[in-house]
């Protein structure tokens, strides 16, 4: 079940028409190949316990076979600065830690059974320990923040830890709630996704050091690229392709979530549609052919074509917020993410 | 439904042989009264947020009638040195910040309806609500403590909260198992409850510039206060009286919880009684009587009674590295709040 995206009558963003959102993290892997090599090195020793299920459930987390795009941000803008210290290392390593014990207590929430095609430790483990070792991993990440030094990073990652949990908690009010508005729907994914790559990469240019309007820059790269980035994924959930996210599409619909394809969808509903809306987001009931007509009205109405419109327009405003900043192999490389994100599914 | 404490044949340390735990309490709080009250506009403050769910929940917590023991911790260790600045009520608002946030969570996952006699959280507002929440209160906590500004500070703290979280997944490991001992159960205690003790009254001394030999005797009279104040807590789970901890007696027992009366009980059960425990903890079924017979067993085999003694024992360790640091009122005050804790339910 798939639907073409609607992204091929222009160009997206600087992104060379051959290059792939894979292709773009692989590059910018290969580029901060070391500093990543320490980044797993520093998460797994903050990992060690003798409470045996600890490393255990942790290490299920961390070779999950996340992308590793957060601490990436982190890395590159620091290095973009010149920044030649190891401190940038456990920032980042701090900030796959805040983003893992998010997925952890995420997935004990939602209920969910498969992350990135694998079982979610909720589901291996338990829910009771998923939250516990979610609290663990938090308090690690907080330690290994301590440990880099700087009283106006620690301010930065924990006032975006603090907004992750509010935007999650926005969320949950959003669920199965049809008023949910596009204002309402933007400021969920400002907070739960926006919020930390804004401080993965805000906190790599503070620690090297960057001028005042240059880790603004960052920030509002960061910032951006999360929310353009959160848009693709809802957009995906609905027109993607299972192996490409590692979840199944759907998802979100199966959960009742107001993503923005949906609030579109309802808000351009026809009168005879709504009730169709209300069943199966309102109140939870869905039948068996329910995804497939929300996909046709999707696509009558333009749904997923202009959420990633919206994608594309934030990704537009995260390469703005970078051009401010010195031009190298590490620019390029943030620059080629936001604009390869645009086409995740192509 | 109580059994007497056995305390009554020694007089416990150092405590007035009229003053009681209450009245402990009560000294040590009109003591820090002024900066009491800033804690509790700092909590308040910072649980600020606009989506209502986040204030009323943290409300619900803060309101619930605890005892503010951490925070007074900290705020008499910090006083105790003569300080006189106003990072110790951040700090004192982080510890209790941390130690609802853990309560939230700790709810969740041992399914409880009540706390302190009032419905619990993840009762009114759902297992979901009180993990995002107690995330957020958790994140407010570590703004706090970055807003003290002293590193070390927030090492010491950092590092108690997952000391806490690894102590609370050794717990889960205990529970329902015969086979915890002593060392285990010490290990669980020092971990889910000593370290934000000592974390807290630690933080007090750094703060205010104590010299090292008295930040570690106000960090070891955390700990081991905790220590017996937990000890304490889980004899009065089988003696005490309902209405003196908001507790219903016996909560742990219909858990299956391995507390040190349940320990030793089963260590010095006789043969043919082994299999009454495997039925009420190992294989979790009670029926009723169940409590009555256990409680018997406790008292025939000295269980509560050594345990209380365990409690003293880390009371007079914690009023010992007490002897280190100044002597004036506030010293004083902390004395008594362990002293009279071995008292707590007579």
């Known amino acids: 079940m798939s639907v073409r995206l609607a992204t091929s009558s222009q160009e997206t963003a ?32 903050r990992m060690d316990s ?16 996340g992308k590793r795009i957060r601490p990436m941000l982190t890395l590159a803008a620091a290095r973009l600065f010149g920044y030649d210290g190891d401190h940038h290392v456990k920032l980042a390593a701090a900030v796959e830690l805040i983003h893992g014990a998010t997925l952890l207590h995420d997935d004990v929430v939602d209920g969910s059974a498969l992350r990135r095609g694998a079982q979610t430790a909720n589901i291996i483990w338990g829910n009771k320990e998923s939250v516990l070792v979610g609290d663990f991993i938090f308090s690690r990440a907080f330690e290994l923040m301590v440990a880099a030094g700087d009283l106006r990073v620690l301010q930065v990652l924990s ?27 933007i400021s969920v994914i400002e907070a739960k996704t926006a919020a930390l790559f804004a401080g993965a990469s805000h906190a790599g240019a503070i620690i090297a050091g ?12 960061g910032r951006f690229f999360g929310v353009a980035y959160q848009l693709i994924d809802d957009a995906l959930d609905y027109a993607g392709f299972e192996d490409s996210l590692g979840k199944a ?20 509903a026809k009168p005879d549609e709504k009730s169709f809306w209300r069943r199966v987001i309102a109140e939870n009931r869905r039948d068996d052919g329910d995804l497939e007509q929300a996909l046709t009205y999707m696509e009558r109405d333009d749904a997923i074509a202009d959420t990633i419109a919206c994608g594309r327009r934030y990704a537009e405003r995260a390469l703005n917020a970078l051009g401010k900043a010195p031009q190298n192999a590490f620019s390029a490389a943030l620059a080629d993410l936001v604009a390869t994100s645009l086409a995740r599914a192509s």
């Open 14 to 45: 600087a992104a060379p028409a051959t290059l792939t959102f894979t292709d773009a993290v692989l590059a910018l892997r290969a580029l901060v190949a070391n500093d990543l090599t320490a980044v797993n090195e520093q998460i797994l020793e």
């Open 50 to 65: 003798s409470v045996a299920l600890i490393p255990d459930l942790a290490g299920h987390l961390v070779n999950a076979g």
């Open 159 to 185: 006032r975006a830890s603090g907004v992750i949990a509010e935007g999650e908690v926005l969320q949950l009010t959003t669920q199965n709630n049809l008023d949910t508005d596009f204002e309402t729907y």
């Open 210 to 221: 960057a001028d005042e309007d240059q880790v603004a820059a960052l920030r509002d790269y």
């Open 249 to 268: 599409v759907g998802d979100d619909f199966r959960e009742g979530k107001m993503t923005l394809p949906v609030v579109y969808a309802v808000a351009r």
